[in-house]
């Protein structure tokens, strides 16, 4: 504001900032203590909203959502049945329900309610059980992996580039660095790493259940299978603080 009135602009142009409604299904999940195998800690419902604003997005409150495909189409209908239009969602996530396992309802919440299916899944790992839907009210929909090392890449590779849509914004120009580190041989893949003296250094061990090595990183590197010289896209610091 200050530079604008230091340019002598009385007038500009504004956007709301993109709304984004959360729901994290997942009747194994739970919300205090220690996790045990059966019983993790959800980690996306109090990761998402910080990565999201990283990304230049309002997503205040995740709710959960039981298993069951009833529960998720009422959610995703309350989600997009808000009257009020400065609370109107402009993009909804949902975690945890777009694989093909027997709790995965996303597929059939979304035929219920007439979705258009654009993205049903993707070559990349983590991260491949990843959907893009279009509602009929033209509000799109992402489905994320559950793991949360999974789910964080989809945002980065399939949720930021939307989000830049909705804000107005250009998508951030590409930048590109050497890499001799693993790939993959049919699948992209998605490697946490910190920049050390402009060289992307691996991060330890990622695994897709794990937010470990993706919370010590600056960059996510996209190497597909035979690349040298990957995309890299830098994470928010709203992952970590
Ligand atoms: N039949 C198939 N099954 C699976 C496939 C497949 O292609 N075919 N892909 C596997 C891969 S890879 C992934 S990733 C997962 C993703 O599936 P979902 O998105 O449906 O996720 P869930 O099965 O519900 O969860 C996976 C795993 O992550 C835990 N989880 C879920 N939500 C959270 C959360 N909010 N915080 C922490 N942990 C979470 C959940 O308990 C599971 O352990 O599908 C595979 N299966
Ligand atoms: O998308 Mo899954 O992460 O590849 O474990």
Do not use: N, Y
């Amino acid at each position: 504001m200050g530079l604008l009135a230091a340019a002598g602009l009385d007038r500009v142009g504004v956007r709301p900032v993109p709304r984004v409604a959360v729901l994290v299904t997942g009747d194994e999940l739970v919300d205090e203590g220690l996790p045990t195998a059966s019983r993790p800690r959800d980690a996306l419902g109090p990761a998402l909203p910080g990565l999201l604003a990283g990304l230049g997005a309002d997503a205040a409150h995740p709710t959960r959502v039981g298993d069951t495909v009833e529960e998720l189409t009422r959610a995703l209908r309350l989600a997009l049945d808000v009257r009020e239009p400065t609370a109107q969602v402009d993009l909804v996530l949902v975690t945890g329900a777009s694989s093909l396992g027997p709790a995965d309802h996303l597929h059939k919440a979304l035929a219920d309610l007439g979705a258009e299916l654009l993205v049903d899944g993707v070559a990349c790992r983590p991260g491949h059980p990843q959907l893009l839907a279009r509602l009929p009210g033209g509000t799109p929909v992402c489905g994320l992996p559950g793991h949360p090392f999974a789910a964080v890449a989809a945002v980065m590779t399939l949720v930021a580039p939307i989000l830049a849509v909705l804000d107005g914004r250009r998508p951030d120009p590409v930048t590109r660095c050497r890499w001799d580190g693993p790939r993959r041989e049919h699948d992209v893949m998605l490697v946490p790493v910190r920049l050390i003296g402009g060289t992307p250094q691996p991060v330890g061990p990622s695994h897709s259940a794990s937010l470990v090595a993706v919370a010590a990183a600056t960059h996510l590197l996209v190497v597909p299978p035979g690349s040298d010289d990957p995309q890299m896209l830098r994470l928010p610091t709203g992952l970590v603080h």
